[in-house]
Nanobody, 122 residues
Framework: VQLQASGGGLVQAGGSLRLSCAAS????????MGWFRQAPGKEREFVAA????????YYSDSVKGRFTISRDNAKNTVYLLMNSLKPEDTAVYYC????????????????WGQGTQVTVSS
């Protein structure tokens, strides 16, 4: 499956952005999906995950209550709505797909998209 992330940009602290990740090549609804991010000089970290049907979601503690992951299987797209953004949310954001059915907290990702830059100014 090929993944294309978009929607990044520059936003002031407290603002919002919605990232999108469009999938192609395979049946999208067969994949659990996740978002990760990597800030300069730091390791990539998990942000959020969603199950195949969209019925289950899972978030890192750092974004819980501020970010919302969702998916539209008819559009082969997963979204990440980011509210109340903080400068520490600045990173390149990546989407990923997991083919093996597991709990959303334990997904293992097989496919990765290119990143989209999110910059939050203070």
């Amino acid at each position: 499956v090929q993944l294309q992330a978009s929607g990044g940009g520059l936003v002031q602290a407290g603002g919002s952005l919605r990232l999108s990740c469009a999938a192609s090549g395979r049946t999208f609804s067969n994949y659990g999906m996740g978002w990760f991010r990597q800030a300069p000089g730091k390791e990539r970290e998990f942000v959020a995950a969603i199950s195949w049907s969209g019925s289950s979601t899972y978030y890192s503690d750092s974004v819980k209550g501020r970010f919302t992951i969702s998916r539209d299987n008819a559009k082969n797209t997963v979204y990440l709505l980011m509210n109340s953004l903080k400068p520490e949310d600045t990173a390149v954001y990546y989407c990923a797909a997991a083919s093996e059915r597991r709990s959303v907290a334990a997904l293992k990702y097989d496919y990765w998209g290119q990143g989209t830059q999110v910059t939050v100014s203070s």
